[in-house]
């Protein structure tokens, strides 16, 4: 108690003195016969003694502005607070605010009384703060981003004055923001080719046996392309490494323009491409693969000198259905598709049914 008052008192000593000093003499009377057994004669001392003692306790405390010290610390504490505070009526008009608040808000003081707390939060009062007395919620102002922790200053009473406290989190915020992103971009990463951005070959690989388990169990029909670029080591060597990723490029943008939405494609390695095509009988398959085939041959490619690039693919098909045997092993019977073309004159599609 005395380290508190000395802590409200460091302009004067006479005030921790007083307060000391005034009970004693108040109870003199009672001490001298306590100690003596005897009560002093003639006339009651008690009286006396009380009035000197508050003559003392006014002279130290009300002289010396003891008791004015308090609303000092009030307003230096409230004041002085990092975050910032603001006190609101529970219909959310502005009752009170720190400095801090005040910047917050934008606003003076004198200005309190004119706005409500509605004009910056959208969503106002804050769920379950009445029933249980305190919420929290994020909120942005100014367009910096704060934690707002709600208190309701008499639990029991929804008309009750309610304590809002901003906490800063837009640094936070902003480095989970970058870390989403950074995680989103290496999972993208993870999933695609870097040159095409078809998907590369170990999702290929995934789907692919996600779509045999669906039809080994439910039927249907499921096809696999696969296709490489006819002559692509003379393209590289002819014209550059750079051209040919041009050419890689532009052969997975064709690709992507020529499958339909469910299908997946994906660059499987060096020249080599592969299409996944689900609900897609055999007829379907070689129909698309046909169009696909027509659509890298009639596709211009140039070098960054400018000089046209003749480009054709090879591709090879595989269809399977339900019933089929070797509804695991699609993956293998398109590649022998794919070299059978090859073998056949290139710039062509062969097909097969399991």
């Given at each position: 108690?005395?380290?508190?008052?000395?802590?409200?008192?460091?302009?004067?000593?006479?005030?921790?003195?007083?307060?000391?000093?005034?009970?004693?003499?108040?109870?003199?009377?009672?001490?001298?016969?306590?100690?003596?057994?005897?009560?002093?004669?003639?006339?009651?001392?008690?009286?006396?003694?009380?009035?000197?003692?508050?003559?003392?306790?006014?002279?130290?405390?009300?002289?010396?502005?003891?008791?004015?010290?308090?609303?000092?610390?009030?307003?230096?504490?409230?004041?002085?607070?990092?975050?910032?505070?603001?006190?609101?009526?529970?219909?959310?008009?502005?009752?009170?605010?720190?400095?801090?608040?005040?910047?917050?808000?934008?606003?003076?003081?004198?200005?309190?009384?004119?706005?409500?707390?509605?004009?910056?939060?959208?969503?106002?009062?804050?769920?379950?703060?009445?029933?249980?007395?305190?919420?929290?919620?994020?909120?942005?102002?100014?367009?910096?981003?704060?934690?707002?922790?709600?208190?309701?200053l008499d639990p029991l009473s929804e008309k009750a004055d309610i304590m809002l406290v901003f906490r800063d989190v837009t640094v936070r915020r902003e480095s989970e923001r970058r870390l989403r992103k950074m995680q989103k971009e290496l999972e993208r990463?993870?999933?695609?080719?870097?040159?095409?951005?078809?998907?590369?070959?170990?999702?290929?690989?995934?789907?692919?046996?996600?779509?045999?388990?669906?039809?080994?169990?439910?039927?249907?029909?499921?096809?696999?392309?696969?296709?490489?670029?006819?002559?692509?080591?003379?393209?590289?060597?002819?014209?550059?490494?750079?051209?040919?990723?041009?050419?890689?490029?532009?052969?997975?943008?064709?690709?992507?323009?020529?499958?339909?939405?469910?299908?997946?494609?994906?660059?499987?390695?060096?020249?080599?491409?592969?299409?996944?095509?689900?609900?897609?009988?055999?007829?379907?398959?070689?129909?698309?693969?046909?169009?696909l085939r027509a659509a890298i041959e009639k596709n211009v490619y140039l070098s960054p000198s400018g000089a046209p690039v003749k480009v054709n693919s090879s591709i090879g098909v595989a269809t399977a259905t339900k019933g089929a045997k070797e509804v695991?092993?699609?993956?293998?019977?398109?590649?022998?598709?794919?070299?059978?073309?090859?073998?056949?004159?290139?710039?062509?599609?062969?097909?097969?049914?399991?």
């Amino acid at each position: 108690m005395l380290a508190f008052v000395f802590s409200l008192s460091q302009t004067s000593w006479r005030p921790i003195v007083s307060i000391i000093v005034a009970p004693t003499i108040a109870n003199i009377p009672t001490i001298y016969a306590l100690a003596t057994d005897i009560s002093p004669a003639g006339f009651v001392l008690h009286p006396l003694a009380l009035a000197i003692g508050a003559w003392v306790l006014h002279r130290g405390v009300m002289r010396y502005g003891l008791l004015d010290n308090i609303p000092v610390v009030r307003d230096r504490v409230f004041n002085e607070l990092s975050d910032p505070l603001v006190v609101v009526n529970h219909r959310g008009l502005l009752i009170d605010a720190n400095l801090t608040g005040l910047k917050m808000l934008g606003m003076d003081r004198s200005d309190l009384s004119t706005r409500t707390i509605a004009q910056f939060l959208t969503s106002w009062p804050p769920e379950d703060l009445y029933r249980v007395g305190s919420a929290a919620e994020e909120a942005t102002i100014g367009g910096q981003i704060y934690d707002i922790a709600f208190s309701s200053l008499d639990p029991l009473s929804e008309k009750a004055d309610i304590m809002l406290v901003f906490r800063d989190v837009t640094v936070r915020r902003e480095s989970e923001r970058r870390l989403r992103k950074m995680q989103k971009e290496l999972e993208r990463l993870a999933h695609t080719d870097s040159l095409t951005g078809l998907y590369n070959r170990r999702i290929f690989m995934q789907r692919l046996e996600e779509e045999v388990e669906r039809v080994s169990r439910h039927g249907s029909a499921l096809s696999v392309l696969i296709f490489d670029l006819d002559f692509f080591k003379a393209i590289n060597y002819t014209y550059g490494h750079d051209t040919g990723d041009i050419v890689l490029v532009a052969v997975g943008r064709v690709s992507t323009e020529v499958k339909r939405l469910s299908d997946v494609a994906a660059r499987i390695g060096g020249e080599e491409f592969a299409l996944l095509l689900p609900e897609t009988d055999q007829q379907g398959a070689v129909q698309l693969a046909q169009r696909l085939r027509a659509a890298i041959e009639k596709n211009v490619y140039l070098s960054p000198s400018g000089a046209p690039v003749k480009v054709n693919s090879s591709i090879g098909v595989a269809t399977a259905t339900k019933g089929a045997k070797e509804v695991d092993k699609l993956f293998s019977p398109a590649d022998k598709q794919l070299y059978r073309a090859k073998h056949n004159g290139r710039n062509r599609v062969c097909s097969t049914m399991l």
